[in-house]
T-cell receptor, first 113, second 111 residues
Framework: GAGVSQSPSNKVTEKGKDVELRCDPI?????LYWYRQSLGQGLEFLIY????????KSGLPSDRFSAERTGGSVSTLTIQRTQQEDSAVYLCASSLGGRLEQYFGPGTRLTVT | QKEVEQNSGPLSVPEGAIASLNCTYS??????FFWYRQYSGKSPELIMS????GDKEDGRFTAQLNKASQYVSLLIRDSQPSDSATYLCAVMPSGTYKYIFGTGTRLKVLA
C-alpha cells in the first residue's frame, strides 16, 4: 500500500516568510509525528498527534512553529517568520494505533535563504 | 550525557563479515527500542523493533537488548555493499510516544 507522503519535497524560502509543510500518513494510521533532521542536531522530535489532538508538543523549538491535523489524517506543519536556522529536512512519520513502530515519509527539505 | 549514544563511525567491514552496531541510552525506564537504516539523501527505514531483553532475529539482522546495561545492538550477518548506510538507534522514553534518536553510525561494507 501507499506509504507516508509529504509535500513539497523541496522548499526554498526567504528569511521572514511563512511556510507550510504537508504530511499524509499511511491510511488507517492514527498516530502522526513530525521530526526534523539537520546536520548539527541529528533527528529531533517536534510534535506527536493521536487523532486530531496533540498530546506532546514538547519538541517545537519556538512559538513560530505550529502544527495541526484534521480529520485524523493530513497534518500541516507551519513555520512563521522563517529563520536560517530552520533550514533542515522535516520528516513526518505515522504509526498504527496500538503499535509503536513509526514509518517515515520522504521528507521536505527546507532551505531558508 | 546524550540520551542516546552511538559511535558515529565510519565502521568499515569486508563483504560477508558481521557488522556490529552499538547504542547506549540514559533513560533506565525505556521499554521500546528501534533500529532504522538511512541511505544518503533518503528518509529512515525501519529495520527492527525490540522490547524484551535478549536477541531478536529477522533475516540477516539480529537486535540485542540488555536493559540492565542500558545497551542495544544490531548485528548484520553476511554484510553486503548494499548495507552501506547510516544506522540510527531510536529509544522511546518511558511515558512518551516520541523517539529519541542517536546520531547514527555510518557503516561501509567493502566489496
Amino acid at each position: 500500500g501507499a506509504g507516508v507522503s509529504q509535500s513539497p519535497s523541496n522548499k526554498v524560502t526567504e528569511k521572514g516568510k511563512d511556510v507550510e509543510l504537508r504530511c499524509d500518513p499511511i491510511s488507517g494510521h492514527t498516530a502522526l509525528y513530525w521530526y526534523r533532521q539537520s546536520l548539527g542536531q541529528g533527528l529531533e522530535f517536534l510534535i506527536y498527534f493521536q487523532g486530531n489532538s496533540a498530546p506532546d508538543k514538547s519538541g517545537l523549538p519556538s512559538d513560530r512553529f505550529s502544527a495541526e491535523r484534521t480529520g485524523g489524517s493530513v497534518s500541516t506543519l507551519t513555520i512563521q517568520r522563517t529563520q536560517q536556522e530552520d533550514s533542515a529536512v522535516y520528516l513526518c512519520a505515522s504509526s498504527l494505533g496500538g503499535r509503536l513502530e513509526q514509518y517515515f515519509g520522504p521528507g521536505t527539505r527546507l532551505t531558508v535563504t | 550525557q546524550k540520551e542516546v549514544e552511538q559511535n558515529s563511525g565510519p565502521l568499515s567491514v569486508p563483504e560477508g563479515a558481521i557488522a556490529s552496531l552499538n547504542c547506549t541510552y540514559s533513560d533506565r525506564g525505556s521499554q521500546s527500542f528501534f533500529w532504522y537504516r538511512q541511505y544518503s539523501g533518503k528518509s529512515p527505514e525501519l529495520i527492527m523493533s525490540i522490547y524484551s531483553n535478549g536477541d531478536k532475529e529477522d533475516g540477516r539482522f539480529t537486535a540485542q537488548l540488555n536493559k540492565a546495561s542500558q545497551y542495544v545492538s544490531l548485528l548484520i550477518r553476511d554484510s553486503q555493499p548494499s548495507d552501506s548506510a547510516t544506522y540510527l538507534c531510536a529509544v522511546m522514553p518511558s511515558g512518551t510516544y516520541k523517539y529519541i534518536f542517536g546520531t547514527g553510525t555510518r557503516l561501509k561494507v567493502l566489496a
